[in-house]
T-cell receptor
Framework: EAAVTQSPRSKVAVTGGKVTLSCHQTNNHDYMYWYRQDTGHGLRLIHYSYVADSTEKGDIPDGYKASRPSQENFSLILELASLSQTAVYFC?????????FGPGTRLTVL | SQWGEENLQALSIQEGEDVTMNCSYKTYTTVVQWYRQKSGKGPAQLILIRSNEREKRSGRLRATLDTSSQSSSLSITGTLATDTAVYFCATARNNYAQGLTFGLGTRVSVFP
């Protein structure tokens, strides 16, 4: 069974609209992360969390908010989606040094 | 960027050949992880190497880490078509709690 799941797997949004990407993990890990991946590039960290009800900024947090309502769930929120936020978004949970990634959400902003 | 490489590298090889990919990094680290990402999937860790190991093997994989030159390599021997993927090196941002910094990756295409 997949331990990190993401929903939706694909989404088309309009510029200026609100988008919420969801992540659920059954690993019982405390740490969770949101990364974005642009075509032909590596992953860049947006936000992370090490405990429920607390989030931290990563390297590229501008334009994104995060929410961690429980240990299992971690959401990424785009309040005003922009064209530049078109990308694939990955959620991950961490045990020791290893991160376990979800399958990704492909977001297209038009 | 923590990593010296500026562009995604691409390698095309035939099944059975060996392949080596390299990463160089700017910020001192004692641990490098290598991840593999297959098409349409999230990355998955392949191997973690620490500076006191210098070389680490796992099946057909071999990783090296040279902290003096701030570089790491990943070799795959006897490649299979199923090794087709993008391979990333990664290091901790400040500590592992704060997430990873990924290199741009090497796209490896293995043809039967």
């Amino acid at each position: 069974e997949a331990a990190v799941t993401q929903s939706p797997r694909s989404k088309v949004a309009v510029t200026g609209g609100k988008v919420t990407l969801s992540c659920h993990q059954t690993n019982n890990h405390d740490y969770m992360y949101w990364y974005r991946q642009d075509t032909g590039h590596g992953l860049r960290l947006i936000h992370y969390s090490y405990v429920a009800d607390s989030t931290e900024k990563g390297d590229i947090p501008d334009g994104y908010k995060a929410s961690r309502p429980s240990q299992e769930n971690f959401s990424l929120i785009l309040e005003l989606a922009s064209l530049s936020q078109t990308a694939v978004y990955f959620c991950a949970s961490k045990q020791y040094a290893e991160q376990f990634f979800g399958p990704g959400t492909r977001l297209t902003v038009l | 960027s923590q990593w010296g490489e500026e562009n995604l590298q691409a390698l095309s090889i035939q099944e059975g050949e060996d392949v080596t990919m390299n990463c160089s990094y700017k910020t001192y680290t004692t641990v490098v992880q290598w991840y593999r990402q297959k098409s349409g999937k999230g990355p998955a860790q392949l191997i973690l190497i620490r500076s006191n190991e210098r070389e680490k093997r796992s099946g057909r994989l071999r990783a090296t880490l040279d902290t003096s030159s701030q570089s790491s390599s990943l070799s795959i021997t006897g490649t299979l078509a199923t090794d087709t993927a993008v391979y990333f090196c990664a290091t901790a941002r400040n500590n592992y709690a704060q997430g990873l910094t990924f290199g741009l990756g090497t796209r490896v295409s293995v043809f039967p």
